[in-house]
């Protein structure tokens, strides 16, 4: 059976051993195939993302991310977390992204690769966490409202 205490003192001694402000310590988070995989969203897109060591191969939907993302602010958008992280060519990436358009899907892989990062190497959680790498952008569509042409706008004012 555990001791009991009797005092104030004692049980303030209890708590200061137990919980001495730790960190919580996240852990690699690998597949049978040694991938890590996370799931990226941003507007209606979801990202599905696999990292695995390699040359720094990015294939988005089977084609190659440049050929997929033709944009150049596109393409910046989705290896800023792997140059934030300095880890441009260790990795080989396989995303499939469906829904949304180009730049939610963007959004969508940047936010997949980066919680695919943390999860295969811990510690640059806090690199990516600083970057705002981590945090899913939760703005969406405003729904249209009836009685109005648009979520807001409403039908033109004849006085007539």
């Known amino acids: 059976m555990a001791e009991e205490t009797k005092t104030l003192e004692e049980l303030g001694e209890l708590k200061t051993e137990s919980t001495e402000n730790q960190a919580p310590v996240y852990e690699q988070k690998l597949d ?5 995989y996370a799931t990226g969203k941003r ?19 089977k084609k ?10 596109l393409q910046m958008l989705l290896k800023q977390p792997l140059d934030t992280a300095e880890r441009g060519t260790q990795y080989d990436i396989m995303a499939s992204v ?21 999860y295969f190497e811990p510690e640059l959680r806090g690199v990516l966490k600083k970057g705002g790498f981590l945090t899913r ?8 409202k009836y009685g109005r ?3 807001r ?3 033109q004012f004849s006085k007539r």
Not at 137 to 144: A, H, Q, Y
Request: hydrophobic share 35%.
């Open 137 to 144: 952008d939760s703005r969406t569509v405003e729904r249209k």
């Open 149 to 151: 042409a648009k979520a």
């Open 43 to 61: 507007k209606d897109a979801v990202a599905r993302v696999w990292l695995k060591p390699g040359s720094g191969q990015i294939k988005v939907n």
């Open 98 to 118: 469906s829904g949304g358009g180009l730049s939610g899907q963007a959004g969508a892989v940047r936010h997949g690769i980066s919680k695919a990062l943390t």
């Open 32 to 36: 049978k195939y040694g991938r890590a």
């Open 153 to 155: 706008r409403s039908f």
């Open 64 to 73: 190659d991310y440049s050929e997929y993302f033709a944009r150049p602010v």
